[in-house]
Every structure is written in C-alpha cells, then in structure tokens.
C-alpha cells in the first residue's frame, strides 16, 4: 500500500488553500505533517481522506486513481482530535462498528475488535459506553476503531492535543509500536516538532498551504532548506540575528564577529541572517571555537532538568536552552555560546546557503 | 480535469416537488384570481391591476392592515421579553428542568380551533370562569362580545398563553448554551446581574431570538382560528385581523378576486418585514 | 495581595460523603506567600480545579478554611474576595470592544475613568495588543482573545491572586512559549501572587517558583522545581515530572543493599529505615548513562529527539530508559548502564527512604558534572 499525490491542489473562493503537492507516502513507518495550526495540515488531510475535493492534481493509492472516490470507497479510518465515539454504544461496539459495516462474520469481529482491545489495553472497558471513560481511553478507542478496520490508510490529526501530558506522552511511544508491521500508511499531524521527533519516520513540513520540505525526520530536523523550516521545526522558536560577511569574518548585529570555515567562508560577501537553535546557545564554553554573544536576561524559566533564559541580544529575543540547573539574574548580563557548528547561514530572503559542519 | 458530481441533484428534487404542490402551484392559481373577475360558472373576465388598486385604496383595507400591526407589534412587546424573562427564571439543572420544560410545551400541544374555543368559553361572562370572576369577585364590567377593549386584551391574553412558551423554549436553548465559565468570569469581574444579561446573556441568546421574533411575527401576522374561534372578528370589526377580513371576502361574500389581490399583497407584507427584520438583525455578524 | 492559607480543606461533590474515596479533596492545608507565582500540578481529576474553584470561591469547600491574612473569606461570593481567574477557554464579552473588555473589571468597581485608562493601556501594552484597543473583541484569533482573558485577570493591582487554569490549552506551541514567558515577565513586573493550574509539567516548572504536585485529591509533593525533578518524594511525581519520567525499577533488599535484577546498585545515601523484601530504585534518565562496566541490558528504542538521544534498554524484563548525547548505540546492541549513583534514590511504597549522605556537598557536585555532561553534546 502506498498513496502518491500528483500536484493536488485545493481553491476555495479563489483562495490557494492547499498549494500543487506531489508527495508519496509509504507504510511502515509514520509520515508526520507537522506546521502551525492553519497551516493547511487539516485540509490535505480531507483531500487524501476524500472529505474534500482536489481543484487539481491525483490521488493514487496502490497506483489506483482514487480522486473521485468518496471517503467510504477508499477504505481509510481517520481519528480527530476531539473523541469521536458513538455515544449510545458501549467500547465493543463502537470498535466493532465499522466491521459490522463491512458485513465481516460475527466470529471474526469479535477476534479483530479483542485483539484491537488488547493492543490499546481497552480489554476492561469492552462493556462500558463512552462517556464512562477517561479522555486517554475515549481516543483509544478511537484508535481502536481505526486499528480494527485494517484499512489501507489511517488519518491521526493532532489526536493527542487534548490529552494530559504524561497520557501523551505514553500514547506518543505506543503508537509506532501499534503500527509497525502493518500494511497502513499512517498520516499524522501535528503543530509540535518534539511530537514529530519522538514519532521518527518522515516529516512533511507545512506552512501557508504547502509542503516545504520532506523527508526522514531528524534530517529535516538537521537540515532545513529554509528560515520558514528551520521556524516550523524548532520549539522554542529558532533564534536569528543579521550577519555582514567580509571574507572568512562575519559581523553579528551586535558587533560580535565570528571567524567562518567550510561553506560559509566559501559565500559571496554581503547581509545573511544566522539561525541558530535554542538549544545550541548555552551559559557555558564547551569548545574553543565557540562565540561569546552577551545578553540582557529578560526572563528565566528553571525546570529541573533545563534552564531556559529569554534574552535581548541585538535587538532580537533571544531563547538558550540548557540542560541542568542554570541560575541567571533577571536585568543582568550574562555571557552565552554560540556551538558555531549548529549555525544555520540564510540569504537574505530565507533561503539556507550553508551550515556549521559538525566536525567535533 | 476535475469531474463535478452532480448526483446531489436528484436528492433536491423531492424538495422541489413538493414545494411546487405545496406552494407555487396554488400561488399561481391565487395571482390567476387576482387579475379576472368570475361569477361562477367558471366564467372569467380579465380585470388587470384593478383588484389591487381597490385593494390598496379601500378603508376597510386600511383598517384591517392597522388592526393587524397593532396586534402583532403588541404580541412581540409582551411575548419577547416575557418569554425571555421566564427562561431567565428557568432552573438550569436538577429535577425541576424537565417538568419546567414539559409545562412550557403544554399550550404549543393543543390546537389552534380547541385554544379559541377554550378560551370562548372561559371568558364567557355568565358562565365563564374569568368573566365570571371578572364580573361578580373583581366587580369591573368585563364582556368581550360586546366591548371591544375586552376583546382586544382577551385575544391577546390568549396569544400570550397560547405562543409565549415558544420564545421561552427557544431563549432556554440559548442560555443553557452558555458556557459556564462566562458566567464564573462575569462573576469574578464584579460584573452586575444587568451587566451579565447585556453582555454575555443576551448576546449569545441573539440568534435564537431572532428565530424566535421571526416565527411568532410571522405566526402572529397570519393568525386566523383562534381569534376566529374566540370572537368571531367582532364585537363589528374590532378584532377583524387581516386574515378574518380576507376569509369574510373570500368565502362570505365570494369576491375570489380581490380576495386574492388582498391575500398576494398579505403575502408581500409579511415577506417584506420578515426579510427587512432578519437582514438588520444578521447585518454585523458578516462584517 | 495577601497571604493565602487553606486549613484542613475537604471537599466532595456528594451531599454525605462515607468513604475517603468519595472526597475530590482530601484534607488539605497550604500556605501560599504574597506576590508568589505557583502552580497546582497534577493529571485530570486529581483535584488541581476543585482546589482552585474553593480558593476563587466558585466552589464552597465542605470542610476546613480559606484565609486571605488570616481573614477567613471560606462564606464569601467571588467578586467579594478581590481575586481575578484566566479560563482555560477565552472568555471574553463579544459586544464590547478590547479597551471596555479590559475596563469592565475596573469599572464595575467605580475606578474612576482616568485610572482605567492608564490601567488598561499599560496591560495592553505588557500584552502586545495595545494596537486592537478599538476592535471589536469578538473578531481576535484565539490566540489574542486568550491574552485578552488575561489581561482582565492582570489589569486590576488590588487584587489578593490571579489565577489561571489552564490557560494555554487553546494556544499553538509556538505562541505557547511566548505566552508563557510573558506571563513569567508580568509576574516579575506586577508582583502579583499567581496560582497556575495545569496537567503540562514543562508550563507548571517553567512558570512557577513553587510547584504543588496533586494526586487522587492530595497534595504529593511541594517544592521549587529543581527539588522536584532532583529529588522526588514520591514515585508518583518521579514518573509525572520529566520527559521521560523518572525510572522506577523493581529492586530486592539484601540487608542494607539494594539489589536490580541481582545486581547490587549504589544509592545517594544511607536507607532512614529498615526494609526487608523488595523496593523500588528511582533514577532519572538523565542520569543513566552507557558504559564500559555497569549493568548488562540490550537496546530496545533509539529516539533522537533533536536536542538529545533517548535510548530504551532492557535489562531482562525490565526497561530502562537513558538520555544520551553522544555514543549512539544501535537497535539489538548490548551496553552497560551506568546508574550516578548520588542521584540513585530508594522508594519503598512509593515514599523516598534515602537520606542525603551527611557531608552534603557531594550530591550537588555529581549533578554538575551531570549537567555538564548533558550540556557538551
């Protein structure tokens, strides 16, 4: 099973909601849409399932032109983010439900609808009905449905987004385990990038109606082709600054100057914008290499585990990201490190030109 | 490229179908009266625009027409706020809702001709239970066959009884909506009771009570059996409402064309106010 | 502002309540310093918004006190406590516009309408909406109608706590970091005593100075967050706080020595008490690290989670989990885990038995090197 898209394309009110896509996503592993809310996740996601039509362009599954198929015909379970369980039925049921549309025997039901129960550890709950559930089981229930069906594709949007923490946290490491070894091409999206990482697989990355890059997660994580993918997989939000490059120095806003190598020094001379993660901007010198910036801690957030500290650094806000416990005065300013192998170099107009080189 | 479904079709036609039975094929029949005159026999003459130009200059139209607005501006007066207030007062949980409710949806259960003959008959001053009381406890001189202020305020009271539940029901749906977070919010603002019902209550009750004002100007607009049943149009023509007058024309003195010029330019009226009506009250929701 | 004390607090949603289990709140009592930020951290139905409505006065407790000052507010209506509360959802008055939104807590109090213009503008300002005063409130995106809710929480100075339950549920991860270190900012700003109720562990110890863990209607642990995730008192706030939670493996007591799958294990310090049979070790996965020597146990996951490497292993039936930065093992390898052991702890029925060993300057030293350790990747 696998679905390829052909420059779909969807216009409401001639307004590009969707912008031409050519994708293909295959089983196996989770292919994961992850953007900003209004990003158009959920409308490519309509288009693929059939709840919407395309403007323009294919959908293939298994090579199967399916464009004007309705949602029915083309054999796929989608799971929403609120709980969506048929009140008047008790768990079995609803998991079963979509079988019994099928018309499959009774006796294969019950094996399919158990073995679904016991994936998502529902086996106690069979006999209730939904509203005598927690919100965890609710959209495991859900997912049982969708698990039971065996169809060719399933849909996950932002399923986990109104679960407890630590549920999701559970959920999120459950789920590729559920769905490793099945013939389903599994969909999911999502507005957080630390979702997409933990779920691995590939990661499509939306903004404004278009896919702007795909591709195995931690290298579109490492690799984005542009400031809008660096901004879209980062969290905190990815930290920039204007650089005037002159031969191998380049000057940051702030007058600090760092010496280039690799492809950066290779640029021609002229304005960039630096990007650089949260998390590779640290209180501390780990190598001679490092850039000394300082900063005006405008906000401090101590967690046990990390120390953020917001600052003013060039005009710009600045986030570091450290793990351990890190004390900082609020007003005050305090030295921070820049790992120049972590930069991102863009042009001017968002585009990546180079990167730091991770060469120890 | 992209191939349009058009089997959404054929499930308007039904609709279609029967909105062409049930309106457009009798409305035409009623604009086929309107412009010829007949004497029986199915004899017709053609006739133009006379009938409406009658129509629209006779007294008798005139005063119908007020009696008509009067009646209705009165009904929404009383009915809306009353309604309102009642869902106000209304519990919002616990065992008395349902009964509440149940309650509220007894008149809207009894029909139109049983409600006008209930109330003739309560309202009778010799033997009727109010006028009965109104008479010999209260001690005021009340007869509505013969004194058309009783009437008026009979008609109406029965109006009110019959109807008023109708805008309870709908503005109950709208608050029990609300939820309960703004009025924890409101409360903790130091908001008023005054200050609750202008900005949150009677905002998010607005589009019910435009459904609501919307069915019972129409319903009140075009009422005929109960004030029938109760007063017949009278004591003379004090209650003759628009609807009474046009079936005296129609059907007592079989005039069938300016019957049917009066009740095509009723039906402009009540189009006209009901449009005018929604499109100010959705105005500043689309912009 | 004020000081806020709970005494002896009990709360059940039934008229008779019997047994402990059907009390929402068990017994409770807390005092809450002015101009404080904390939060109430716990799952869904621990209690954190029944606690929070008593305290707003939304809900009257079925036992036990609220005291502002040591003023018992436990009878009074909640604009009569001079408090303010941020929903989870916006809640905000659609007819009006953003600059009478943010008055109407100020002018339902006759605050004269020099003052609320001061107050208003400066909240707007600290919120980045003073240029949507004008609009009509009902036409914000969700994300501006939730700062809006906010700052009609904010904008009074008199009042003895804000509150905020929940509030950045409806908010997009990207503006949740900005919401909530802007919320941070204002608490700097104002000195307000805030209350933050939430279930998401990185909003409840990034925001509050104090962190109340609930669990099942009781008050687990309270304690600044760097306490929290060092050294958890029970095995319920090991599990609830970090990301992954803290390892809570099955261990036999040999005497004094604590045994995991037969291997004897270092802990921080000496047991406070005499346990016989089994206990539990709790270690965190920042922590556990792989070695040359130390236990035997095969890869099972490897998720690079960008910022660093979380690594499952399984030593027999158990799993446990390791944050890494370098040395990435594959799938199926065997490896050697290595517990540190200052950050090694004991928990027998769930509760911390450990001490801190009496020279107390070496636990904090390990964490640095710890920290230092995390910090090279």
Same mark, same amino acid.
Not at chain 1, 85 to 89: A, I, L
Not at chain 3, 94 to 97: E, L, Q, S
């Given at each position: 099973m696998s679905i390829e898209l052909k420059n779909i394309s969807k216009k409401v009110k001639g307004h590009l909601?969707?912008?031409e896509t050519s994708l293909t996503f295959e089983p196996g592993y989770f292919n994961v849409l992850l953007g900003?809310?209004?990003?158009?996740k959920t409308s490519l996601i309509k288009l693929i399932a059939g709840l919407d039509g395309c403007s323009t362009g294919q959908i293939l599954m298994d090579g199967e032109?399916?464009?004007?198929?309705s949602p029915q015909k083309r054999n796929i379970s989608l799971v929403h983010q609120f709980f969506v369980?048929?009140?008047?039925?008790k768990v079995f049921d609803n998991i079963a439900s979509p079988l019994r549309v099928a018309k499959m025997p009774k006796s294969e039901v019950e094996g399919r609808v158990e073995e679904a129960a016991d994936l998502l550890q529902l086996r106690p709950m069979l006999?209730?009905?939904?509203?005598?559930?927690s919100g965890g089981q609710q959209q495991r229930t859900a997912l049982a449905r969708a698990i039971a069906k065996e169809s060719r594709a399933i849909f996950l949007?932002?399923?986990?987004?109104?679960?407890?923490y630590k549920l999701r946290e559970e959920l999120r490491a459950q789920l590729p385990e559920l769905f490793s070894g099945r013939g389903t091409v599994v969909i999911y999206a999502t507005s957080e990038p630390e979702e997409a990482l933990l779920l691995g697989g590939k990661t499509g990355l939306m903004s404004d109606g278009i896919v702007t890059q795909f591709g195995a997660t931690a290298d579109i994580y490492r690799n984005p082709v542009n400031l809008t993918a660096a901004e879209v997989f980062s969290d905190p939000p990815i930290n920039t600054a204007r650089i005037e490059k002159k031969g191998s120095e380049a000057v940051m806003a702030g007058g600090v100057s760092m010496t280039l190598s690799h492809a950066a020094k290779e640029l021609d001379d002229g304005a960039y914008i630096l990007g650089i993660r949260p998390?590779?901007?640290?209180?501390?010198?780990?190598?001679?290499t490092d850039i000394e910036i300082i900063g005006n801690i405008r906000v401090t957030e101590l967690s046990g585990s990390q120390s953020s500290a917001h600052f003013s650094f060039a005009d710009e806000n600045w986030v570091s990201l450290a793990h351990g416990v890190h004390p900082f005065d609020i007003g005050e300013n305090h030295a921070f490190y820049i790992n120049i192998a972590k930069c991102f170099f863009f042009s001017?107009?968002?585009?990546?030109v180079a990167q730091g080189v991770n060469n120890g | 490229m992209k191939k349009q479904n058009q089997k959404a079709w054929f499930f308007v036609l039904p609709v279609l179908l029967l909105v062409a039975f049930n309106a457009l094929i009798p409305m035409m029949t009623v604009v086929n009266y309107s412009v010829q005159e007949t004497f029986g026999n199915n004899l017709f003459f053609w006739q133009g625009l006379d009938w409406f130009e009658n129509i629209l200059r006779s007294e008798r139209f005139h005063a119908a027409l007020g009696r008509q607005f009067l009646f209705t501006g009165l009904i929404l007066l009383i009915e809306v706020p009353l309604g309102v207030i009642v869902a106000l007062s209304m519990?919002?949980?616990?065992?008395w809702v349902s009964i509440c409710l149940v309650t509220m949806a007894l008149p809207m259960l009894i029909p139109w001709n049983v409600v006008g003959a209930m109330w003739n008959i309560f309202t009778?001053?010799?033997?009727?239970l109010v006028g009965y009381f109104m008479n010999h406890v209260v001690g005021i001189d009340y007869n509505m066959t013969q004194d058309p202020f009783a009437a008026w305020v009979t008609v109406i009271v029965m109006d009110v009884w019959h109807w008023t539940s109708l805008v309870v029901l709908l503005s109950y749906a709208g608050l029990v909506s609300i939820p309960e977070a703004y009025y924890q919010a409101a409360k903790i603002d130091g908001a008023s009771n005054w200050a609750v019902f202008r900005h949150i209550q009677l905002p998010k009750m607005k589009s019910v009570l435009t459904i609501a004002i919307l069915l019972r100007f129409m319903d009140s607009f075009n009422i005929y059996t109960e004030p029938f049943v109760l007063t017949g149009g009278g004591p003379g023509n004090s209650t003759t409402l628009l609807s009474i007058d046009l079936v005296k024309i129609a059907l007592?003195?079989?005039d069938l064309g300016p019957a049917a010029a009066m009740s095509l330019i009723y039906f402009a009226i009540t189009l006209l106010v009901s449009w005018l009506f929604y499109t100010l009250m959705t105005k500043d929701n689309t912009n | 502002m004020a000081k806020i004390s709970l005494s002896k607090l009990r709360h059940s949603y039934f008229d008779n309540p019997k047994s402990?289990?059907?009390?929402?709140?068990?017994e409770i009592d807390l005092e809450w310093s002015d101009g404080g930020a904390y939060a109430l951290l716990g799952?869904?139905?621990?209690g954190k918004s029944t606690l929070l409505n008593i305290i707003s006065g939304l809900l009257t407790p079925s036992e036990g006190s609220v005291l502002f000052d040591q003023q018992?507010?436990?009878? @009074?209506t909640p604009d009569k406590r001079n408090i303010a509360q941020v929903f989870q959802f916006p809640v905000i008055y /659609?007819?009006?516009?953003v600059f009478d939104n943010l008055a109407f807590p100020l002018r339902n109090r006759h605050v004269d309408e020099a003052t609320v213009r001061k107050r208003v503008t400066e909240i707007a300002a600290m919120l980045e909406i003073e240029d949507m005063l004008?609009?009509?409130?009902?036409? @914000?995106?969700p994300d501006n109608k939730q700062k809006l809710s906010m700052g009609r929480g904010l904008?009074?100075? /008199?009042?003895n706590v804000v509150m905020f339950?929940?509030?950045?549920?409806?908010?997009d991860p990207h503006l949740k970091w900005k919401l909530r270190s802007k919320l941070k900012e204002l608490h700097q700003q104002l000195k307000l005593t805030m209350i933050y109720v939430t279930h998401d562990q990185t909003e409840a110890l990034t925001f509050a100075d104090k962190v109340i863990v609930m669990n099942d209607g009781e008050v687990v642990q309270i304690g600044t967050p760097v306490d929290l995730f060092n050294r958890p008192t029970h095995t319920f706030v090991g599990h609830f706080i970090g990301s992954p939670g803290m390892n809570i493996l099955p261990c036999e007591m040999r005497g004094k020595q604590a045994c995991f799958q037969d291997m004897p294990v270092k802990l921080e310090g000496p047991i406070n008490a005499e346990i016989k049979g089994t206990a539990e070790i709790g270690i965190r996965p920042e922590f556990v690290s792989l070695g040359k020597k130390g236990i035997p146990a095969k890869v099972r996951t490897v998720a690079d989670v960008g910022r660093h490497i979380v690594v499952h292993a399984e030593v027999k039936d158990v799993t446990v989990a390791a944050i890494i930065a370098e040395d990435v093992p594959s799938v199926g390898d065997d490896v050697h885990l290595v517990f540190e052991s200052a950050q090694t702890r004991l928990y027998r029925d769930g509760w911390l038995a450990t001490e801190l060993p009496?020279?107390?300057t070496r636990a904090g030293k390990r964490t640095g090197t710890a920290t230092r350790k995390a910090a090279a990747k």
């Open positions: 909601h969707i912008k900003e809310t209004g990003a158009g032109d399916v464009t004007a198929l369980n048929y009140p008047h039925m006999d209730r009905y939904p509203h005598e559930l949007d932002e399923p986990l987004a109104n679960l407890d998390n590779d901007v640290l209180p501390a010198k780990n190598k001679a001017v107009d968002g585009q990546l | 519990p919002r949980k616990g065992f009778l001053p010799d033997i009727g007592g003195q079989f | 402990p289990e059907d009390y929402a709140l068990k799952p869904s139905g621990c018992d507010v436990t009878a @009074l /659609d007819t009006m516009t004008r609009l009509r409130a009902s036409g @914000l995106s904008v009074r100075d /008199d009042v339950d929940e509030p950045l549920t409806v908010i009496k020279s107390g």
